[in-house]
Each structure stands twice: as C-alpha cells, then as structure tokens.
C-alpha cells in the first residue's frame, strides 16, 4: 500500500505480491522450524546437539535487526504522514486545478463551473456529510441532521478552515457516492461523516474524518452522553476536526465553538425538528413548524435563533399562501426585532427584516438589512443568496448575478440558487450552462423549478414540454385558480391567439373578483403574453404577494420591448423604484432622459 503508489504499480501487482506471500507462508514457517544454517551448511534440528547450536547468536542477532527495521518503518510512516501526504494533497489539488483550467480555456462553461462548483479544493477544506440515524425506531432523522448541521455551523466559524454548505452536503445523504466524486464535485480535501444512536435519554455520536485524496481515515472516535449533554459532544467533535486538520481557531474562540443559543435540550429538538421542515421547504407543513418554534420560545424565552427562524420561516410561508401578507410582514418584523434583542450577532433576523422591507417596496431600507446582515456573517448562505435575487428584482442584474454565484460557491447545490441563476444563464442565451443547473435543482425535487425550465425549453422550440412546466412551476404558488386553468394561463404565454384570449380571460375574472391582493402570478403571466401595460398597472396597486417572481424578470434581457413600452417610466416612479435610484444611483442599464424620466436598455 506503501510503495506500489510511488512505483505508479497497477492495482494486480499488489493482490498478486500478497498472494504469493500468503503462500509462501506455511512452507517457509515449516521450513524454518524444521532446519537450522549452521556453519557446517544447512541440517535438521535434531541432527544437531545442543552445545553446537548458534541459535541463540542468530536470535540475538535477528531481534537487534528487526528493532532497526522497525525504527526505520516508523521514521518512514512518520514522513509520510507529516510530509509526503500533505505534499501528495497539494499535487492532486494542482493536478485538478490544472486539467479544470484547461476545460475553462475550451470551454468557457464546463460543467463544474456551470453549478457553482469551486474551482479547487483547499487542503483546509471540509464538507460535514449528514449523520445517519442509528436509532431502533428511525425516528431521529431531524435529529441527527441537526447534529451534523450544528458542527458545520461551528467549523464554518474557524476563518482558516472552508466548509461546503448545509445543502450541498447534505445532498449525499442516502446516495452511496464514491468519496472521491463527493469530494470533486464539492471543492474540499476532506469529509466528516457520522452516525447518531438515540435511545431515550442515551446519545451515541460517531464521527470520523476522511481525506478525500486516498480515502485514508484520519480520525475516528466514538461520543456517549444523554440528551442534556448534545452541546459539549458537539463541541468536542468540531474541536477535534479542526484540531486534525490543523487549524487555528479564530479570536475570541477559545471559549466555544458550538453555541445553539440554549441549554434546553427539549426546545433544541423543537427547533431541529422546524427547521428540518424549513430547510426542505416543505410548504404544507409550515404552521407546524411554526408552532414547534413557537413552544421552544416558551420552553426557552432567551432562545434568539427559535425567534430568527420563526422570521425567516414566515418569509417563505408568504410565497407559498401559507399566510397572509399583512401577517407575515407583522411576524417577520416581530419575530426578528425580538431575536436581536436577545443576540445582535445573528445575521438571519436582518435578513428576513431585508426581506419584509423588499415585500412592502422599502428598497432602501432592505438594501441596509441585507448590508448589516452580510456584515455579520459574510458566509451566510440565506442572506447572500437573498441578497442576490433582491438586486436582480430592483434592476441591479450584474450585480445580482454575481451575488448568485457566491451563494453557488458557498453551497454549490443550492436548488433554489441553481434555479435562479439558471433562469439568467437562459435569458443571457448561455443554454448548456442554465440546463446543467437546472436539471440539478430539478433532480433534488425543487418544487417550481418549472419557472425556470420552461424558458428553457421554449428556448430550444420544445412548447409542448415548455407548456408542461410552466404549469407545474406556476401550481405552487397559487391557489387562486383552478388546477385545470393552470395549463390554460401557461399556454397565454405562447404566440397563439386564442390560447392568449382564454388566458386573458381566466385573468380577468380574477380580477373582477377585487381581490385583496394581487397574485404574483397574474403580472407574471400578462407580462409573458405581451401584454405589460396591464401587468404594470396591476403591478403599481401594490405589492402583489410574490413581487420577486415577476420583478426577477422585469430586467431581464427577453422583456426589453417591455421596458420600452411607455408606461414602464411611469411604473418605475409608482413602486418606488425610481426614488430608490435617485438615492442609491441608477443600475448601469438604466439612465435618466431629458424629462427625468428612467429609460433602461
């Protein structure tokens, strides 16, 4: 295992050497046993008498020669796991950034690059797998997960140390992967994997480190403990990582790097169990998950990230109808104010604030949240990837993509990030690069990705399949059309007049129906079936409950004869857009005429 690597030995000539010894074994132990070498040449043992044997000399003289062989075998393992390994690590890390170099010289957007894989994996770089659930009743999953995602959370604070994100590792879960193929496709060196056995109070965390380069364990221990005890296993175990890996610990972190934000273990399983349903977005199971939080705050009042993710679950409750607008902004404010009061370090209630201001067409002051909230944890994949689809919505399309593509390098499997970054390499005419993204967020079960594949396909004349997804993408998030009027508002989006009339029709008894507020849906259609200036006017009576839906688009390259219409000027200054330009500075596609009107290419 040794010497066949630096021989470059195919794999046979090793099974072939160890067969051979195996063997050769038994007749050399029979041989050896049954003659002796004596300086009279080779006899039997019991052809020699006693006082002739040099047995004893040939004793001596073998153990002083195996304590040499063995000190030398021992230097040897110590270079290499000191020396040569790290060096075997580096030559790989180049190796790989060389040949993907030379694919982006051929290939301005190879595969890997097209998902938002990094471009090298940093021998101080780790993915955190999430940990299987040993538990009799396999009833812990939430639990485990969470476990995994707490020790990611802690080695994400250590600045030497790059670790893949929560979704992009947790990807693998139950797929059997090879090492290595988790490894190229996340950018990192190493892999933590783990188990978690509950049973009861008792708590059994195993964990163990992996190099990805040769799939060689560097650590491996076993933790036993009980629910109370959770936060100093988790502790230990990020510790003991970093300290494999042999990394500094930042400033300050002598103390901790685990902190929940509680002591009870009863309202962290509450706040496991939410944010499982969060993380999936699991739509149907929100007010759930909202009442586990909510009884976790009672459990625990100075409980600040229950508070934080209460905000931030009500922000994506708001585009799946789970609540009402005026509700969910209400929470949003309150939920979020309330955990900076307990804990003004925490990057997600500024956030979701960034995201109630956005809802109500504040751009200013949700432009100042997602700055605070980045400030605080530049990482912090919700608030950049947030970030990201804010700026494409207020006209800051540039800018908004390079905040995607940040958000891709910290979690290169983000669904949600893939489809929206997706959505602009097909509005830039970059089709393998948006399917290749695409197809990924499709393939994790991303409830709408048909919002961004059906563009895709009628980009490459499919309308039938186009037809196809823009009706499921459109299904999630309304409630205000029948099911079957789906396919009717997909087609409106297509040349065909009378397919456009009968859509045009489904929206304008919606309308007719005054309804309290406007689905996001109505504008997105009308501005697809050329018909904006009813989209704008709809727009401009206030927000709709899914302004990012039809705003994400508004700036794109397909809707420039929208942006030329007459009425957009106008649209701009009714929303806002146009004072916010005024203050912040206008995005480079836009410039204001001689009248002080805004005109965007």
């Not at 040897?76 to 190796?95: G, T």
């Not at 129906?513 to 050329?530: C, D, F």
């Not at 200036?533 to 390259?557: H, I, K, W, Y």
Request: net charge negative; hydrophobic share 45%.
């Amino acid at each position: 295992a040794t010497l066949s690597p630096m021989l470059g030995a195919p794999d046979w000539v090793g099974r072939t050497v160890l067969a051979l010894l195996a063997i050769g074994f038994i007749p050399a132990l029979v041989f050896s046993w049954v003659f002796e070498l004596t300086p009279g040449g080779l006899k039997r043992d019991d052809e020699i008498a006693a006082g002739e044997s040099i047995a004893p000399q040939t004793a001596r003289r073998m153990d002083r020669m195996i304590i040499v062989v063995l000190l030398l075998a021992l230097g040897y393992f110590a270079v290499d796991k000191f020396v040569l390994a790290p060096q075997r690590v580096d030559v790989a890390s180049e190796s790989a950034q060389s040949v993907r170099v030379k694919a982006t010289a051929a290939d301005p957007a190879p595969a890997a690059t097209a998902v938002g894989i990094p471009s090298s994996a940093d021998t101080k770089s780790i993915a955190v797998l999430a940990f299987a659930d040993l538990s009799q009743a396999r009833d812990q999953e939430y639990f485990s997960d969470g476990v995994a995602e707490e020790i990611l959370n802690a080695l994400a604070k250590v600045d030497e140390l790059k670790v893949a994100g929560r979704t992009s590792s947790f990807y693998f879960k139950g797929r059997n992967e090879p090492l290595a193929d988790i490894g190229s496709t996340l950018g990192v060196a190493h892999v933590l994997e783990g188990s978690v056995r509950k049973q009861g109070e008792r708590l059994r965390i195993s964990a163990k480190l992996l190099r990805v380069s040769d799939g060689v364990e560097l650590w491996a221990e076993s933790f036993d403990g009980t629910d109370g005890d959770i936060f100093a296993l988790q502790e230990n175990i990020a510790r003991r990582v970093a300290g494999e890996l042999k990394v500094a610990l930042n400033a300050g972190q002598g103390a901790r790097l685990v902190d929940v934000g509680t002591r009870n273990a009863d309202a962290y399983a509450l706040y496991l169990q939410a944010s499982a349903i969060f993380n999936r977005r699991d739509g149907a199971r929100y007010l759930s998950a909202m009442a586990q939080l909510t009884q976790a705050t009672v459990l625990d009042p100075g409980f600040a990230r229950a508070y934080a993710r209460l905000a931030a679950l009500h922000v994506v409750a708001l585009n799946s109808e789970t609540v009402g607008f005026d509700e969910a902004i209400a929470a949003i404010e309150s939920f979020a104010q309330r955990a900076l009061q307990i804990d003004p370090t925490l990057a997600e209630p500024h956030a979701a604030l960034g995201q109630a201001f956005h809802y109500r067409r504040r751009y200013r002051e949700g432009s100042e949240s997602f700055a605070r909230a980045l400030r605080l944890d530049a990482t912090d994949v919700t608030a950049n990837f947030w970030q990201g689809i804010r700026l494409l919505q207020t006209g800051f399309r540039q800018q908004g993509i390079a905040a995607l593509d940040r958000t891709l390098q910290l979690d290169p499997l983000l669904p949600n990030a893939l489809l929206w970054r997706g959505r602009e390499h097909v509005a830039d005419g970059e089709l393998d690069a948006a399917e290749r993204m695409l197809r990924r967020a499709a393939d994790d079960g991303h409830s709408f990705v048909g919002i961004g594949l059906w563009k895709l396909e009628a980009a490459r004349g499919n309308q039938a399949a186009a037809v196809s997804q823009l009706a499921t993408g459109l299904g999630y998030f309304t409630r205000d059309f029948p099911a079957a009027s789906l396919d009717v508002l997909a087609r409106g989006c297509f040349g065909d007049a009378d397919a456009k009339a009968r859509a045009l029709g489904l929206i304008d008894t919606y309308v007719a129906g005054r309804p309290t507020q406007i689905n996001g849906v109505v504008p997105y259609v009308l501005l697809h079936a050329s018909e904006p200036a009813r989209a704008f006017e709809l727009l401009q009576r206030g927000p709709t409950n899914n302004d990012a839906m039809v705003m994400g688009e508004v700036f794109s390259p397909p809707l420039a004869a929208a942006r030329r219409t007459a009425e957009f000027p106008g649209f701009l200054r009714a929303i806002g857009l146009a004072a916010y330009w005024d203050e912040s500075g206008p995005p480079d596609q836009c410039r204001k005429d001689a009248g002080g009107d805004y005109r965007c290419e």
